[in-house]
T-cell receptor
């Protein structure tokens, strides 16, 4: 089955620890995105990548880092510098490097920092 | 991107059509209307999008008024699995998607 996978579904970490969230797609999509969703605040874009080895900051990139070494993978690291890391993290991809292209989402990872 | 207005919530009977309205009176000529839905604790699911013409796919139909200031998403035969928050978005394209509060649709047996 083609799709976007995010693992794990639930993640718990202690404050001060870095944590990496996985996002893999086998759709051969060019672009990939990371969003954060908090209750009552909709989606906020963290980072996006249109091509391998290139990525751009979104609206709330501080405290996060990404890499795009392979077309199918776009992992997100939540660092200890992120002040409020507890949230629902969503990865998305779109077929082409066009800003109006439809984005398709993975199932999400719920991160809780204790 | 243009702002959208949707009802906060609506109920629908199982097996009946669900008509979800969305106002986007400030939409510009090159902005697309997109619909997504999100079931609790899951990732958003793309439903349909359009620019000017009405669109239909296996999930739903999208009716856009001639002046493009409003649109309606139609789920032709609602099932219990269609219970979700539905988001209407207009975008010209700056890569990010911005979801508003959406409409909470509850399908009742």
């Amino acid at each position: 089955d083609g799709g976007i996978t995010q693992s794990p579904k639930y993640l718990f970490r202690k404050e001060g620890q870095n944590v990496t969230l996985s996002c893999e797609q086998n759709l051969n999509h060019d672009a990939m995105y990371w969003y954060r969703q908090d209750p009552g605040q909709g989606l906020r874009l963290i980072y996006y990548s249109q091509i391998v080895n290139d990525f751009q900051k979104g609206d709330i990139a501080e405290g996060y880092s990404v890499s795009r070494e392979k077309k199918e993978s776009f992992p997100l690291t939540v660092t200890s510098a992120q002040k409020n890391p507890t949230a629902f993290y969503l990865c998305a991809s779109s077929p082409h490097r066009i800003s109006t292209d439809t984005q398709y989402f993975g199932p999400g990872t719920r991160l809780t920092v204790l | 991107d243009a702002k959208t207005t949707q009802p906060t919530s609506m109920d629908c009977a199982e097996g009946r059509a669900a008509n979800l309205p969305c106002n986007h009176s400030t939409i510009s000529g090159n902005e697309y209307v997109y619909w997504y839905r999100q079931i609790h604790s899951q990732g958003p699911q793309y439903i349909i999008h359009g620019l000017k013409n009405n669109e239909t796919n296996e999930m739903a139909s999208l009716i856009i008024t001639e002046d493009r200031k409003s649109s309606t998403l139609i789920l032709p035969h609602a099932t219990l699995r269609d219970t979700a928050v539905y988001y209407c978005i207009v975008r010209v394209g700056d890569y990010k998607l911005s979801f508003g509060a959406g409409t909470t649709v509850t399908v009742r047996a």
